[in-house]
């Protein structure tokens, strides 16, 4: 089983910023890729971005390109997203997740899962 738990959620204004971190247990496996993605009320879970083994391959959703920032911690059981330039669109339940093949943005890659953090940005 694995375990993810993400923290570093919260409400900001428009303009601001947000650091979301998500840390890993359990029997992960070796070399995985972990992604966020985010869902918004009502409708379906998305993609963010995502982070391969070593922290040197990335993947992002344009509408978070140059304003998103995805890293690998020094521990590889950690993975970060900065978001900075928050619009109220990106008010959504991120989710953090992991992969155990390559870097992608299908959902259905992503085997195991976290409860989720809430970002809100204000107007």
């Known amino acids: 089983q694995v375990q993810l738990v993400e923290s570093g959620g919260g409400l900001v204004q428009a303009g601001g910023s947000l650091r979301l971190s998500c840390v890993a247990s359990?029997?992960?496996?070796?070399?995985?890729?972990m992604g966020w993605f985010r869902q918004a009320p009502g409708k379906e879970r998305e993609f963010v971005a995502c982070?391969?083994?070593?922290?040197?391959?990335?993947l992002y959703a344009d509408s978070v390109k140059a304003r998103f920032t995805i890293s690998r911690g020094n521990f590889k059981n950690m993975v970060y997203l900065q978001m900075n330039s928050l619009k109220p669109e990106d008010t959504a339940d991120y989710y953090c997740?992991?992969?155990?093949?390559?870097?992608?943005?299908?959902?259905?890659?992503?085997?195991?899962w976290g409860q989720g953090t809430q970002v809100t940005v204000s107007s």
């Open positions: 982070v391969d083994w070593s922290g040197g391959s990335t």
């Open positions: 997740a992991v992969n155990p093949g390559r870097l992608t943005t299908l959902r259905e890659s992503y085997n195991y």
């Open positions: 359990g029997s992960t496996g070796s070399r995985y890729v």
